[in-house]
């Protein structure tokens, strides 16, 4: 393995999902729904597999479902995207945030990342022998996430590229409002940076919160690619179809990485993203609702277990402080063991930190799964603790 590698090992999903099989614990692990999107886009990929929509797509994307995601950015945010320039479907968002980070770094260049942060962010800065530099999130006395924008400007210096965010935030659930946005925005102009956002989980949404996409913020589309896909907002995580939008010059630049990566991907999944993406208002409200249900029912098992947690804004993810049930606060162990002691998977934070020591006590669960796998994981872990 190269060096750039070094360190990464197994990806803690596919790590607590094999843990999972293996002990047959409920797995509140690995973000993935257990049940299935709407009919009308699992019809349209039958369909189109049976229509003989079976080889490579073009190298865009399918030219009908760049329409549908230039019309999806304009009916929910306003954006007017160019459907031939300024947007390239990928193999998921994962592919297009990797073909963003290698088509736009040079070695040596820093990229301010938040942080916790997904996993694939510091594996594709490493792979594009970059620099990642933390700015830590941390819950204020309601909960909720925060970054000290002072920290956000020291971490800017002559080396930085890029600021990569995400929001709604996995794993912390957080949704950046507008005014974290725009200090965002105007360090960016300031510093005449480029942002890569990821938005995968745009729909899911609660509580009245609302998803500001950063690229809708004044001077801020010309320096922004937008990230998203349809694995959560369609139930269909295994499809890996995603996208990007952002100004010709850095769609440009992302492409021509991607292009050698996958050149394209799952051309009958690609009509179907079109179908779900068109989908009536109702579809998006129904499936924010049942997630919000699905939030609480996990918030309110795991306080009755005794954990301390927030309630999330958004995502399929909730985090607990585990120093209160296991007074050593070692979330790794607690993951590994949990299985064995309480029949259910969970992830330790410490994986989406650069400094582990700030997730050590912080483990995730996941609430995307049907309510009586949800409350039955919450009876295991009432029982355990
Ligand atoms: N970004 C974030 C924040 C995620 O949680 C995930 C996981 N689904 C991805 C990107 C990857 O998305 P995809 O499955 O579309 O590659
Ligand atoms: N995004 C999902 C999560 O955070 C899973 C992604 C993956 O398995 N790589 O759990």
Redesign the pocket.
């Known amino acids: 393995m190269t060096h750039k590698l070094a360190g990464f090992g197994t990806t803690i999903f596919a790590e607590m999902s094999a843990l999972a099989l293996e002990t047959g614990a409920i797995n509140l692990g690995q ?2 729904p257990d049940t299935d999107g709407p009919s009308e886009v699992l019809d349209a990929a039958i369909a189109a597999i049976r229509g003989g929509v079976n080889q490579y797509s073009p190298g865009l994307g399918d030219p009908d479902l760049r329409r549908a995601i230039a019309e999806h950015q304009q009916r929910w945010y306003g954006l007017t995207v160019d459907p031939e320039t300024e947007i390239v479907v990928t ?7 990797a073909g963003a980070l290698l088509g736009m770094l040079d070695a040596g260049d820093e990229v301010v990342v938040f942080e916790p942060m ?1 996993d ?1 962010y510091r594996a594709g800065i490493a792979l594009a022998g970059a620099t990642p530099v933390p700015v830590l999130l941390s819950p204020a006395e309601s909960g909720r996430y925060e970054f000290d924008a002072d920290a956000l400007r020291a971490a800017v210096t002559d080396r930085t590229k890029m600021i990569l965010l ?1 929001t709604p ?3 912390t659930g957080k949704v950046f409002d507008r005014d974290e946005l725009q200090i965002i925005a105007d360090l960016a102009i300031e510093r005449d940076l480029i942002v890569v956002t ?1 938005e ?2 745009e729909h899911l949404v609660f509580d009245g919160s609302t998803h500001v996409p950063l690229a809708t913020l004044p001077g801020m589309f010309e320096r922004t690619l937008t ?6 907002t369609f139930h269909t ?1 295994g499809w ?3 996208w990007m939008s952002g100004p010709p010059n850095l769609v440009t630049a992302a492409k021509t990485a991607k292009q050698f990566l996958t050149y394209v991907n799952g051309a009958p999944f690609q009509p179907a993203m079109a179908t779900g993406l068109r989908l009536p208002d109702d579809h998006f409200e129904r499936l924010r609702l049942e997630l919000q249900t699905a939030r609480d029912h996990l918030v309110d098992g795991l306080e009755r277990a005794g954990f301390v947690t927030h309630r999330p804004e958004a ?2 993810f909730v985090t607990v402080d585990i120093r209160a049930n296991r007074p050593d606060g070692d979330g790794a162990n607690f993951c590994r063991e949990l299985p064995h002691t309480a029949g259910v998977v969970a992830v330790p934070s410490e994986a989406f930190y650069i400094n582990a020591e700030h997730g050590r006590h912080l483990v995730r669960f996941a609430c995307c799964k049907r309510l009586d796998v949800i409350d039955a994981a919450a009876q295991q872990l009432a029982t355990a603790f």
């Open positions: 973000g993935f193999a998921g968002a994962t592919e297009a945030l997904y694939s995400n935030h996995n794993p990821d995968v989980y990230i998203s896909s349809g694995g959560k995580t890996k179809i995603g995502t399929y």
